[in-house]
């Protein structure tokens, strides 16, 4: 790392700055934190608050101080790796700054006063009784990503998959030797070799045969519920198995084939493709489940269930250390960090707590509800609802309006003429009422002339004579304003926008901002 990159990062769950003239006990509780989450980095002689470069070579007494408290002030001690980063400082001169690289940690630490503290974000938090209660057993179930595989031996790795990874990670020593000196993948007892489950489930020739429900199960519904016995509504069931990484891949690109897109004129008078999930909650809800279920629960698998209103992803295991259902959103803590390292290499994770809230806001920008979560005996399930359903009822509700005016047509001619008729009555009436407004008859012509050759829906019909009614001829029209007039949904906003473009309705106010219109006067017709 260089003190560009060290400079460029942001605070966050695994990155703290801290100056030379940190106390030691405030150190502590960084140090801690880091342990009792996802581990981090502390760069030591750069000014937290305004980034200014003090360094640590001319602080000794200080630094040798600093270099004590992870034995001094953390219990149980707290390994740390060193490393030293050249810079120069805001005097001009040669120095370095001093990272402090902390490992999540098997057990649980806590500061000189007995304190345990938890990394959530960018800032470190006390834990209460309960909590860190919660955090010890569930540092107990971490150890599985190290535990050995019984039966495992080193020909059971594939050796091309590591050496893969360790280019990726610019590792320039053998693949056999990364995994004898990093991360406990292999070790040796008493003169034999053994295999960890993190290995095998990371670089296994066949991770299955011995985790053999180690895998995600994709089930496709057909309608908005499960259903068993002769109602059974399975349409389709297919299982992906391999490493990690290559179920994750399948997977995802799997259910990218089974989701849907619709094509509408967009706000700015451009064809939008809209997906009926974001491809990043797509993959997202998969790299989760993959990430942080228990391993150690062998009596099932990860289980992607996709009905026609919403996606149901069901995980093994409950929600790991500190986290909950009511803190998901901002409090993250990797049960398996062996994994979820080795993805944030493959570009599946990118930094740690990121992927909730992203999700929530991907959804949010396509007017979508964030994912819920919730906890069913010891399976996690994530759901996400997308609109399309909706869209469905309410086009069938408008082919249905369609045909039977048809059939009302068809039956009695004479009350059909008599009908439109009256609606042209009322729109007159209408017209003079709003006369400020609706001064442009020939808005309401070609309105009618479309729905008469068929061109629109009686819904449509409706709905644009509304806004026709609401909106003034000098009123910037977009969707938010059709929304918060007529409450409609987002979706059905643009459509009638899409609608009255294509009907000539609309100017388009470039300088207003995209997507943005107002009504037109006669004479630009």
């Known amino acids: ?36 989450a996802d581990g981090g980095i502390v760069a030591i002689g ?25 034995f001094d002030y953390c219990h149980p001690t707290i390994s740390v790796m060193l490393e030293k980063v050249p810079c120069i400082d805001y005097k001009g001169r040669k120095n370095h700054i001093m990272l402090m690289k902390v490992d999540a940690s098997p057990q649980v630490h806590s500061n000189q006063a007995d304190e345990a503290y938890f990394r959530v ?33 080193i020909s059971d790795i594939d050796l ?94 799997f259910l990218r084939t089974q989701t849907k897109e619709r094509t509408y004129l967009g706000s700015d008078g451009r064809f939008v493709n809209e997906e009926e999930y974001p491809k990043f909650v797509q993959q997202e809800i998969i790299v989760n489940a993959v990430t942080h279920r228990s391993y150690n629960i062998m009596g099932t698998d990860i289980q992607i269930k996709m009905f026609d209103d919403h ?20 409090t993250h803590f990797s049960r398996n960090p062996k994994i979820a390292e080795y993805l944030k290499a493959y570009e599946y994770v990118k930094e740690y707590g990121e992927g909730v809230p992203r999700m929530s806001k991907e959804l949010e920008d396509v007017g979508l509800n964030r994912p819920q979560y919730y906890m069913d005996a010891f399976m996690l399930k994530t759901v996400v609802y997308n609109n399309f359903v ?31 008729n009256e609606r042209l009555k009322d729109k007159k009436t209408i017209i003079s009422k709003k006369n400020e407004r609706l ?13 008469n050759k068929g061109n629109i829906t009686a819904t449509v019909y409706n709905n644009v004579l509304k806004i026709l009614m609401e909106f003034k001829d000098t009123d910037i029209i977009g969707r938010k304003e059709v929304r918060e007039k007529l409450g409609y949904s987002d979706s059905k906003a643009a459509r009638i926008i899409e609608k009255m473009l294509r009907l000539g309705l609309l100017n388009v106010l470039h300088k207003a901002g995209k997507g943005k219109y107002r009504l037109k006067n006669e004479n630009e017709e």
């Open 46 to 70: 750069i000014s937290d608050k305004t980034k200014r470069i003090e360094g640590i070579d001319f602080e000794t007494e200080k630094l040798n101080e600093l270099l004590r408290v992870s």
């Open 390 to 420: 909706d869209l469905q009822n309410e086009r069938l509700k408008e082919k249905r309006i369609t045909i039977d005016r048809k059939n009302e047509r068809l039956k009695d001619k004479k009350t059909t003429i008599d009908r439109k």
């Open 160 to 253: 091309s998959l590591v050496k893969e990874y360790t280019e990726k990670i610019g590792y320039n020593k053998s693949p056999m030797e990364y995994l004898k000196q990093n991360k406990g993948f292999v070790k040796e007892k008493d003169g034999k070799l053994q295999i960890s489950s993190a290995a095998i489930l990371l670089f296994g020739k066949n991770p299955q045969d011995f985790f053999p429900r180690a895998r995600v199960r994709f089930i496709r519904y057909e309608g908005t519920e499960e259903k068993v016995g002769r109602e059974m509504n399975v349409i389709k069931d297919v299982i992906f198995e391999g490493t990690i990484l290559k179920m994750i891949q399948d997977s995802v690109k």
């Open 121 to 153: 974000g960018d800032k470190s938090k006390i834990l209460r009784f309960e909590e860190r209660l919660q955090l010890t057993y569930d540092k107990g179930e971490r150890h599985f990503e190290d535990k050995p595989v019984p039966e495992a031996e």
């Open 1 to 36: 790392m260089t003190i560009d990159e060290v400079l460029a990062f942001e605070e966050m769950q695994i990155f703290e700055r801290k100056s030379i003239n940190v106390d030691a006990k405030a150190l502590a509780i960084s140090l801690v934190a880091f342990a009792n």
């Open 311 to 330: 996606i149901s992803v069901e995980s093994p295991g409950r929600l790991p250390g500190v986290v909950k259902v009511d803190n998901i959103w901002h």
């Open 439 to 451: 001064k442009e008859k020939w808005m309401i012509a070609k309105v009618e002339e479309a729905y």
